[in-house]
């Protein structure tokens, strides 16, 4: 028989408050003072005579769980851009990107001269440290040696926001070799690569790949620096689909599934934040949404059925929820957020404030949650719980009725107020009667290139389908024009700018300081996703989960000459590399071992029938070369 002894805590362990870590908190910082030091308290034979016993306390929740995904970990370290000596004595660090961790310093400091450490992601035009995005966050730490030397020294419990550091107290000339910024996130893999010819679209990558990776903190939160950073549903609804081809982030999606169900009450109403650090019961569906979403998402790309299982019953009460407490004459008329961060008309407002800009909240929570019921036909299947099916239909058959007799102008084929969300979310549900497609679409493209001068027309609700929608309906130069534009209000305009992360707000230069955090990944709605599956062609098809079969049907806009991606999928490495110069055309094509794939080759591109031995089959149907192949690599050239 193994022995075993089990180590418990009980009323015998002590503890101290007089430690050297004096303070710590996520929001303020650290403060560690040297004096209080207690060399070998953690050796066995330290007189605690002085410590105090613990208290019991009770178990703070109905159960405890393990947690199901990996902890926070220094994953990369980089060194400042510049340190600078300031006219006032203090010393300003520029790490020359927006990172999320901690600050590891090594310094000459002097007995009892407190070095002290501030944080902020923008500086003033005197270089003094912006802070007021960061609302009550101190976002500062503290080091008080105990005598003249030099030290080196790091925060143990918390971690910042920031690319700028502001540091007093300090002798002699720091130097950039005696900085490190230890970058911390969830520990996972990067996944997917991604780079074209044009400047723009590969700096909003990166811009991306820093603030998914920054708010990947145990749960997807909102932002890294102010007195916030919560998982907000809405930031993540589509979101965390274009996120997944970036990281290895389906174990930390799983967790903040469970999350989320802990936060649902017994009517199965939803917090809008999760895990339930502030309380929102909002009754909506927008935001909620990302738990069916999120769900999906774990199944489709990763052939994870076990969150749609688990949760299923979990999802089906917020579904009878919403039926019973949120619709009205056969639609859902509760919306708490709107079309969040519509670009407003006026640079310093944060909300517009025209009405023809916003869209009617009973539009988007009524055609979210028509595609959310859809969704539940499939999750009931996958579940083994087909007898919910029949009702699911019903009430969505019942909502496409009221919706379009509510909404619907078919003299206009315009939704409501005819703004490119309300439209184009009619679409992308399938909401919009037949043969009124191309009508709603026109409009969609007539509101995008006049009123909006070819430029983000929607809100973080409407984002979600944007870049997709337009390129789907063959309107990808308009996304193209969307995507490359540096004029206000635009991804690139952040970067003209200086972001080095996605803003929260398209004008977070000029709004209220209250809600302008440098580092957000709301407004990102699906354009990593058309990254991947409409820029490169690397696409999960409608019926398989896993990437076992691929559709990879990229587009080709006008302007750009080459696209480099790759993705590491459950099923093995897919890659996509096309290069159009010069009147010549390749594309090179890796399909992962034991998965197939459809391939599309514009005629235009490719003119004659391309000649491979290993092709299941090769047909002409419209425009395109239709290829069906299995796993291998191939290589696609021909003269335009």
């Known amino acids: 028989m193994v022995a075993r002894k089990i180590i418990a805590s009980d009323e015998t362990w002590k503890v101290t408050s007089k430690g050297s870590i004096v303070a710590n908190n996520e929001f303020d910082g650290e403060e560690y003072d040297m004096k209080k030091e207690l ?64 600050l590891k310093a090594s310094f000459k400091g002097k007995a009892g001269q407190k070095v002290v450490m501030r944080f902020a992601e923008i500086i003033n035009p005197d270089s003094t440290l912006y802070v007021a995005n960061l609302r009550s966050a101190k976002a500062t730490d503290i080091f008080t040696p105990s005598v003249d030397s030099y030290f080196s020294w790091a925060p143990v419990f918390v971690y910042h926001g920031f690319r700028y550091v502001e540091i007093d107290g300090v002798e002699g000339d720091p130097d950039i070799k005696d900085f490190v910024g230890e970058v911390m996130y969830d520990r996972m893999q990067q996944t997917g690569h991604f780079e074209t010819s044009d400047f723009i679209i590969n700096q909003i990558f990166k811009n991306a790949y820093w603030g998914i990776r920054g708010n990947y903190h145990n749960m997807p939160t909102d932002c ?97 929820y919403i039926y019973k407490n949120s619709m009205k004459d056969g639609l859902v008329v509760r919306d708490e957020w709107g079309d969040w961060c519509m670009p407003p008309e006026a640079p310093e407002l944060i909300h517009s404030q025209d ?129 490359t534009n540096t004029d206000y209000p635009s991804w690139g305009y952040m970067i003209e700018k200086g972001a080095t992360t996605i803003w929260e707000l398209w004008n977070g230069d000029t709004a209220a300081p209250d809600m302008n955090s440098a580092n957000h990944v709301m407004l990102l709605g699906d354009l990593l996703i058309w990254y991947y599956e409409n820029l490169a062609g690397i696409k999960n ?39 159009r110069t010069e009147g010549r055309f390749s594309w090179n094509v890796t399909i992962p071992a034991n998965c197939s794939a459809t391939l599309y080759i514009p005629l235009s591109l490719h003119p004659e029938k391309p000649e491979m031995a290993k092709a299941h089959s090769i047909q002409c149907e419209g425009d395109n070369w239709i290829i069906e192949l299995g796993s291998g690599n191939y290589c696609f050239k021909s003269d335009m």
């Open 39 to 102: 060399p070998g308290w953690n050796l066995s034979g330290y007189d605690d005579s002085t410590w105090k016993n613990v208290d019991i306390m009770s178990v703070p929740c109905k159960r405890l769980l393990a947690q199901p995904s990996p902890s926070v970990a220094i994953m990369e370290r980089i060194h400042p851009s510049s340190v600078t000596r300031l006219a006032s004595g203090k010393v300003l660090i520029d790490m020359g990107q927006n990172m999320v961790g901690r």
């Open 224 to 320: 890294p620096q102010r007195d916030e950073r919560h998982g907000w549903l809405g930031n993540r609804a589509t979101g965390c689909w274009g996120e997944s081809f970036v990281f290895d982030n389906a174990l930390l999606y799983r967790k903040w599934l469970q999350d989320i169900e802990e936060s649902q009450r017994e009517d199965g109403v939803i917090s809008a934040v999760s895990p339930r650090f502030w309380t929102i019961y909002a009754g909506d569906v927008t935001w909620p949404s990302v738990y069916i979403l999120a769900a999906e998402m774990l199944y489709r790309h990763y052939g994870d059925a076990t969150a749609i299982v688990k949760h299923y019953d979990s999802m089906k009460r917020w579904v009878e």
């Open 355 to 483: 009405p023809m800009r916003k869209t009617d909240g009973a539009i988007l929570d009524s055609t979210t949650f028509y595609g959310l019921l859809y969704k539940m036909i499939d999750f009931a299947r996958i579940s083994g719980h087909s007898e919910d099916i029949d009702n699911y239909k019903t009430h969505a058959e019942a909502l496409k009725k009221a919706y379009n007799k509510r909404f619907f102008n078919y003299e206009t084929a315009q939704y409501g107020n005819n703004s490119v969300t309300g439209n184009l979310l009619s679409l992308r549900y399938g909401l919009v009667s037949d043969g009124y497609e191309k009508r709603v679409f026109n409009n969609v493209v007539e509101k995008t290139e006049k009123d909006c001068k070819g430029h983000v027309s929607t809100g973080v609700v409407g984002i979600q389908h944007l870049m997709r929608g337009l390129t789907e309906h063959g309107r990808e130069d308009l996304a193209y024009k969307i995507v």
């Open 541 to 579: 098809s409608k019926e398989s989960v896993g990437f076992r079969h691929i559709e990879m049907k990229p587009c080709f806009p006008d302007g750009l000459d080459y696209v480099n991606a790759s993705y590491q999928s459950v099923s093995g490495k897919i890659v996509s590399n096309w290069t």
